[in-house]
């Protein structure tokens, strides 16, 4: 069984930063794609940022020039550095890693909560 394992989520000023990790509990074939998803209360879960095996990024307009996604899709390690926190970022981020072709799977880490005080 692979765990994703998050941190680095907390309780932080509008306008300050976080930096979330994520990483999978041991070694399994290189992903497609990894990515963080946040789910806010009352709301559906939503894509914040996702990076592919070739460095393909993409961001929800909400989070652009603001947050910054990067990883090693043969490591499958996952970072999302969040700057200029505003309160409607405050929700439960999850961290997603997927691979599709051979050996398909679809992964997501347990959420970690981040709450933006204005």
């Known amino acids: 069984q692979v765990q994703l394992v998050e941190s680095g989520g907390g309780l932080v000023q509008s306008g300050g930063s976080l930096r979330l990790s994520c990483a999978a509990s041991?070694?399994?074939?290189?992903?497609?794609?990894l990515g963080w998803y946040r789910q806010a209360p009352g709301k559906q879960r939503e894509l914040v940022a996702s990076?592919?095996?070739?460095?393909?990024?993409n961001y929800a307009d909400s989070v652009k020039d603001r947050f910054t996604i990067s990883g090693d899709n043969t490591k499958n390690t996952v970072y999302l550095q969040m700057n200029s926190l505003k309160p409607e970022d405050t929700a439960v981020y999850y961290c997603?890693?997927?691979?599709?072709?051979?050996?398909?799977?679809?992964?997501w880490g347990q959420g970690t909560q981040v709450t933006v005080s204005s």
């Open positions: 997603n890693i997927y691979r599709e072709g051979v050996w398909p799977y679809n992964y």
């Open positions: 041991r070694t399994i074939f290189s992903s497609t794609a």
């Open positions: 990076v592919t095996t070739g460095g393909r990024t």
